[in-house]
């Protein structure tokens, strides 16, 4: 059974950082295409980062800049590291697998950014 926990949401202010995380078990992330989305209250789902099976990077537009997406094959997880958060990056954050035609979503951990 495949599970992706993530965690690490935090209410804080703007200017923050904040550093999530997505411990996978039932899958090895090193080999699946893994990405962080996030949704706000109303909006549609968005792509923060992701890190392909061959380590390729990309961010989308949202967060370009701020954050930086990892991975680790230790801890089978992978990691978005969020600086100067602003009111804007209130959001569910979410981790998501991919591969072999298959997907895999977690639960999402919250990120509320406040002044």
């Known amino acids: 059974q495949v599970q992706l926990v993530e965690s690490g949401g935090a209410l804080v202010q703007p200017g923050k950082s904040l550093r999530l995380s997505c411990a996978a078990s039932?899958?090895?992330?090193?080999?699946?295409?893994m990405r962080w989305y996030r949704q706000a209250p109303g909006k549609q789902r968005e792509l923060v980062a992701s890190?392909?099976?061959?380590?390729?990077?990309v961010y989308g537009h949202s967060m370009e800049g701020r954050v930086t997406i990892s991975r680790d094959y230790a801890s089978n997880a992978i990691y978005l590291q969020m600086n100067d958060l602003q009111s804007t990056d209130t959001a569910t954050y979410l981790c998501?697998?991919?591969?072999?035609?298959?997907?895999?979503w977690g639960q999402g951990t919250q990120v509320t950014v406040f002044s």
């Open positions: 998501r697998a991919d591969n072999w035609g298959r997907t895999y």
């Open positions: 039932g899958i090895v992330v090193i080999n699946y295409e």
């Open positions: 890190i392909l099976a061959d380590g390729t990077v």
